[in-house]
Structure formats: C-alpha cells, structure tokens
C-alpha cells in the first residue's frame, strides 16, 4: 500500500509489527515529553498532503489537482472560496473555514514556492481526432462561438500566469472535466466577473472532453512555473485577477 | 340512558378534554408573556458596542450568517432531527429583517421564543438558554443588530416533516418542554461564578450541544452539561460534568482559559464544531468573561472517574494497529503517545492518557482519524497544526485498527473498535 502519511515508511514486518505490539502493551504509560517536531509551515500543512500528494503533486488517486507551483494568488483564491461557498467540496471546506486570511496566504504561499517536476501524464491512447479537437480548442479557441484560446490565459506553456492564473498541465482528466461541470451548474464560482463560467457555458460537452483529454496527456517539458507576466490583453474581464 | 344522551357521551366527552387540553397548552405558550410595547427605543452607543460584544458571546453569526453571506442576513439551513430550519435575516431591513421589531418584542422573541408577528420559533433557535438573558443585555443586542447594513432578504420557509411545521405540534412541545425563566444568581456562589452560569447557560447557550437531548429533541436541565449528540453533526459534545470526559476540575485554571482564548491547551486541542466556537466566540471573550466560565465550569460536578478497563490482550487487530500508528501517527503524536511539539509549543496532543481518545463512543476519535481537521487560527495559535484526513488513505478496517490500538496503549483502556464504527462514523 503506498500511502502518503506523514512518516511515509513502509508498514513493518510482521516480526517487527509483533514486538511493537508486545513492547507497547508491556510498558508502563510514562509522562513522556512531546516529541520534536519541525516548526515549519511544511509541517503545519501535513493534512494538505493527505490528497495533495506529499509534495503537493497529487495522489496516486489521481483526481486530486496539483497544487504545487501554482500562483499563490490562484491558490489563495480558491482557499477562500471554499471557505465563502464559492467551491463546493466538503472536505476543502471543513479544513479552512475557521482560518484567517493570513494563514490562507501563509498556506498559498508555501504550494506556490514548491518547484516540483511534473509526473508523466495520466491520459494515454486517445484517440487521434480527440486530441486534435482538444488542442485547436487550448491553442486556437473557437472565435466563431466567442472561445478564446486557453493559451491567452493560462500561459503558452499552460503552467499558469502570476499572480492568480494556475497552470493547466498536469492535471487529471476527471478534475479537468468535473470544474467544467461545476462551473455549469454554479457549484464553482469565482469573483465577480466570472471569466470561466462564461467559457464553460460556451463549450459543448465533446468540447470539455476533448479540452480535457488533450490537456490530460501533455508530457510538460521546460520549468513547472508560472509564466510571469500575461504576454497578450486577457480576452475576458476576470474578477479573480485584480486589475 | 337514551341514545342521544349516550351519543353525546361518547363525542362530548373527548371534545371536552381536547378543548381543555387546546386551552392548556395555549396558556402553557402563554406563560410570562405581558402586552408587547411597540416604542421603537433609543439605543446609546454603549449600547451598540455592549451588543456587538453580546453577540459575539452568543454566537450569533454562527447560525444567522451563510457561508460567504452579508453578516446577519440569515439563511444558513441548521439541520434538525425533524427537517432544516433556517436561520432568519436579523439585519434592520424593514421588510425581510427586523428592523421594524421594537426591544420589547425583540425580547419576546429570546425571552418567549415568539416571533414579532405572534408565531412561536423552533428551538433550533436555543431560546431554552437564551430566555435566562437579561432585558438590558437583549437591548444591547437589538441596539447592536440595528447599526448593521440592512439586507432585503426574505425568510427561507422552513422544511420540517409533518407535523413538526405546524403551529400546533411546536405549541404542545413548548408546553411540553420549555418554560420561560429569568437567570437567578446563586447567592451562595461569588459573583465571578455568577458571571460564569450565566454565560455558559444563558447567551453561550453551551447546553444546546452539550446536554443531552430527549426523543422530542428537548435538553434535559436534570443533565446539564452532561454531554450530547451534536444534532446531524456527527460528533459528541462531551460532558463537561465528567472528569472521564471533558470536565475541567482538575485542569489549572489558566489552561482552561487558554482553550477557550486560543483553541490549544497541553490537555487538549478544539476540533469540529468547538472549533467554530473558539473561532467565532470564546476567542474575543473579554479575560474576565473567560476567567468566569472557567470558574463555573470548574464547579459542575466532576463525576467519578469511568472504571478503567480490562488491560488490552495482544489481538491481529491490535498488532495490525501498532505497526499503521508507527508507519502513519507515531511522527507526529509520538511513538509512545506522547504527542509532539517543538519551542513554540505544543503542535499535535498526547494521545497517553487522553480522554477525548477513551471516551466510551469511540465516534469522535474516529471522526478525528477519518476526516482530521485544524484548531481554529486564533491571535494566541495563529498557525495551527493539524491532522490528516487518514479516511482518504486508509481502508476501515485499517481505522478501527488504529483507534483499537490507541485506546488500548500507552495505559489507555476503551474498548476496542470495529469495521462498522468506523462505517457508521464517515
């Protein structure tokens, strides 16, 4: 079983496990002093790590998005909408909502400062024509039907754009199609005015597919950060990126 | 005897007794009511400032504010055992808020648990604590909700299943159940304790999770304190008149204030809906108002402690827990239990000894391990550590393991746990 715990060793033997077992019942409950531990906030944000892999790249179950890297004020951002209802995630919700704003930042800021290679990617064997239809959409968008290329936004290399663009490689296909969902049905909105709700609601569910197998397969190649500056004007007002 | 008169036996006879009892239960609602004055009141500023103090101690915004909502203006959905009620808009809007209630019958309302229009209020609304708040302190309280801005939000219609939202069930369980009372100070007791009853029992209206309920969802006064069922929550409000449980008469004081003040202490450390309480509430408590409850906590009584259990035996359950707690727990709570810390204090509890670990429910240990969770970030413990959520990486079986083993180690004596516990915990 490969978990991400926070000691991450592998289980004991069973010998081993047995004399643990026999020692612990054998001794006496001694007043032992607490043992040291880090004070650091990579300690302190051990829980993250649970889903978010131990280094904040995902777990093996695969749907979890990467956080690591990303822009502080991207993942700022979404730390406070679930905190405000904006995100829909019982979990997510339950860790943050009695947070301050400092320690939300404090947390953003230590995921965005990790500089993590990629895993290879999750989606393999598309289909040809899928990926095609997927990467015309990411690169090109679809100006006909008001689609801006996702490129615009997200940065050439899709790792995002500071301060609050994440990057796209590297997510799962199911969280890719999931957000287009959420976005759809209002269970994942952002401030005001909501730039990705507006192109979910103009893509087709072949679109969100293609978009998101597409982008699910990408091998990223070059460094994992964020692009530091939008290269072209954003094609949508997006109330999450402070003007 | 005739037909007829038999006949009018047998219907008159019922009618008779349910109009008696009609008539009771109407003047039981009725108790300690007087006419309602309409003056609208002039609030002074140490009024408004006394109030928002006020509310905070009752935690007001808990219920009546929504995630992410304009402060007040309700529609938070509380979920009861008898449908969602929702919290109303207490903002001074005049047409969806309170705005055109008076201090009378904003009083009526805490005080009777009768709404400014006549209707009774479900006692989701802990209005079986709040009616021991003083009139000056309602005052302060509707003088402070008045300064808020007014939000046009209309009521939510609550969802209760039939018959819990008719006018007439809630009539006969407040007949039943509550009876409005004022906060009589014990003369016996000084004046901090007195100060301490009354915000325990009256605006921090503590006994609404951590009494015990009865069927009809009524807490029982004969049990103050004595732990309940969080309602829907999943979570048990452990007694604070039990040193087993969470009784504090044998804490020192100052660690007693620390956990209301920061959410942290070495004894213990607030998580799920205490937590909320911290972070909203206790947290802003004024050192005497904290000083208070700590005094009055530290006088309920401390029970005898539970009989400590059989000695654990070595089981495949228990040995498989050991060798999970190694791998998952021991970097952090210590490989003896013992917890962990560093210079800055403590950071994850002693699970040695701990009671919220032996309580005889094993649901909050196991809600702990499944879900984890952090202490509220409070000025005194601004970066909380926290727990992982261990339901995202470990099978059932592997959660009963631990808790059985955790409950059993270090001198620890509870009972074991099983798969279905821990089924029932999610």
Redesign the interface.
Known sequence: MAVAGPSGRRPPTGVRSWIAALLALALAPAAAAPAEVPDTIAQRVQPCTACHGREGRATEHGFYPRIAGKPAGYLYNQLDNFRAGRRSNATMTYFVEQMSDAYLHEIAAYFAGLDLPYAPPQTTGAAAAELAAGEALVRRGDAARGIPACVQCHGEALTGVLPAVPGLVGLSRGYLVEQFGAWRNGQRKALAPDCMAHVASALSTADVGAVATWLSAQVASGPPAPATALVHPLPLACGSIAP | MSRLRAWRLVVGIPLLAAAVLAVLVAWLNRRDESPVDLAPGVATAEQVARGAYLARAGNCAACHT????APYAGGKGIETPFGTVFASNLTPDPATGIGRWSPAEFWRALHNGRSADGRLLYPAFPYPSFTEITRADSDALHAFLRTQVPVARPNRAHALRFPYDTQAALAVWRALFFRPAAFVPDPARDAAWNRGAYLVRALGHCAACHSPRNAFGATRRSLELSGGLVPMQGWYAPSLASSAEAGVADWPAEQVHALLRTGVAPRGATLGPM??V??RSTQYLSDADLAAMTRFLQGLPAGSAAPAGP????TPQ???G???Y???????????G???????G???V?L??NRKVQLESPTNLLRIVL???????TAGN?????????G???KDAEVAAIAT?VR?????RASEVSEVDVLAAH
Not at chain 2, 326 to 336: T, W
Not at chain 2, 338 to 344: L, V
Request: hydrophobic share 35%; aromatic share 10%.
């Open positions: 929504d995630r992410g909502g937590s909320e911290v972070f000695a654990p035996t070595a228990r040995t498989q050991a060798a999970l190694a791998d998952h727990c021991a970097a952090c709570h210590g490989a003896n013992e917890g962990g810390g560093n210079a800055a403590l950071a994850y002693a040695a000894g879900s984890g969770g952090y202490p509220p970030t601004p970066r909380p550590y926290g727990m992982p959520p261990f995202q990486v470990l083993y059993g180690a270090w001198g620890n």
